[in-house]
């Protein structure tokens, strides 16, 4: 079955700590997102990559960098200089054609103590 | 500034009724909007779309309705069913670009 797969679910760090979150994807789409959801609030857009090699900032970019080096694969690390990492974080993917929907992965819960 | 908003964080309706869910975006850019249903601790399942050179779209129970003078989406469940009690977002996005997300409504279906 084609999806995304986020890893782990649960993630637990210390204050100071860079780390990375895995998203991995089998639906050969062209597009990956990265997505945080924070208690009550809408999803808001962290990170996107339309090709591999290539990514743009979203709206909430500071304190996160990603790669695009596979079209599988688009891993986000939280550094130390995210003022407030808690969060639910979701990967998604869609094609770059057409009306094609997101697709979410199950997130990653990531707690920073 | 949010360019997708859902003004009603939650709604209780009754099983057998109908339940509409309502989405105002502010960028007349958007050219495709979408709906997704979302329990805790899971990533959101995509329920339904519709273009911008539509005003209706149907998959069984699910309809969207988009209003373009009106910048205004909503979804209907009809009937609603326990099952249905989620989280729903709506998105908008043009150009095949990004996605905007409102704050989501949670709905509540009683039996």
């Known amino acids: 079955d084609g999806g995304i797969t986020q890893s782990p679910k649960y993630l637990f760090r210390k204050e100071g700590q860079n780390v990375t979150l895995s998203c991995e994807q089998n639906?050969?789409?062209?597009?990956m997102y990265w997505y945080r959801q924070d208690p009550g609030q809408g999803l808001r857009l962290i990170y996107y990559?339309?090709?591999?090699?290539?990514?743009q900032k979203g709206d909430i970019a500071e304190g996160y960098s990603v790669s695009r080096e596979k079209k599988e694969s688009f891993p986000l690390t939280v550094t130390s200089a995210q003022k407030n990492p808690t969060a639910f974080y979701l990967c998604?993917?869609?094609?770059?054609?057409?009306?094609?929907?997101?697709?979410f992965g199950n997130g990653t819960r990531l707690t920073v103590t | 500034d949010q360019q997708v908003k859902q003004n009603s964080p939650s709604l209780s309706v009754q099983e057998g009724r109908i339940s509409i869910l309502n989405c105002d975006y502010t960028?007349?850019?958007?050219?495709?909007f979408l709906w997704y249903k979302k329990y805790p601790a899971e990533g959101p399942t995509f329920l339904i779309s519709?273009?911008?050179?539509?005003d209706k779209n149907e998959d069984g129970r699910f309809t969207v309705f988009l209003n373009k003078s009106a910048k205004h989406l909503s979804l209907h469940i009809v009937p609603s069913q326990p099952g249905d009690s989620a989280v729903y977002f709506c998105?908008?996005?043009?150009?095949?670009?990004?996605?905007?997300f409102g704050s989501g409504t949670k709905l509540n279906v009683k039996p």
């Open positions: 519709i273009s911008s050179i539509k």
């Open positions: 960028n007349s850019m958007f050219d495709y």
């Open positions: 998604a993917s869609n094609k770059r054609q057409g009306d094609s929907p997101l697709h």
């Open positions: 998105a908008a996005s043009y150009n095949f670009n990004k996605f905007y």
């Open positions: 639906l050969n789409h062209d597009a």
């Open positions: 990559s339309q090709i591999v090699n290539d990514f």
